[in-house]
Nanobody, 119 residues
Framework: QVQLQESGPGLVKPSQTLSLTCTVSGGSITTNYNYWTWIRQPPGKGLEWTGY???????HYTPSLKSRTYISRDTSKNQFTLQLSSVTPEDTAVYYCIRDSLALGMDYWGKGSQVTVPS
């Protein structure tokens, strides 16, 4: 059973960099055809796909956040990390890390991590 767990600060000051780490257990982040994804949900809004790091290490980001987003991984720890720079209150959201399997879709989700950027 694959499990994902987000960790990171719950409060980030405006203009600083948000950093969240997802620790994966029960499966390797280098296993073929899995895309390790970040999705966020601002208060009162729908889910927003942010980006992924693939099993190969390649990355892809949503265009609206691309200039501020960086996703990396540590294969020795089986973790991947989201960094979002120059945050504003509009970046306040619950951030989820997810396994997006080519065959099965988004089949495993973390519980979510609330990040607040105060105004």
């Amino acid at each position: 059973q694959v499990q994902l767990q987000e960790s990171g600060p719950g409060l980030v000051k405006p203009s600083q960099t948000l950093s969240l780490t997802c620790t994966v257990s029960g499966g390797s982040i280098t296993t073929n055809y899995n895309y390790w994804t970040w999705i966020r949900q601002p208060p009162g809004k729908g889910l927003e796909w942010t980006g992924y790091i693939a099993y190969s290490g390649s990355t892809h980001y949503t265009p609206s956040l691309k200039s501020r987003t960086y996703i990396s991984r540590d294969t020795s720890k089986n973790q991947f990390t989201l960094q979002l720079s120059s945050v504003t209150p509009e970046d306040t959201a619950v951030y989820y890390c997810i396994r997006d399997s080519l065959a099965l879709g988004m089949d495993y989700w973390g519980k979510g991590s609330q990040v607040t950027v105060p105004s």
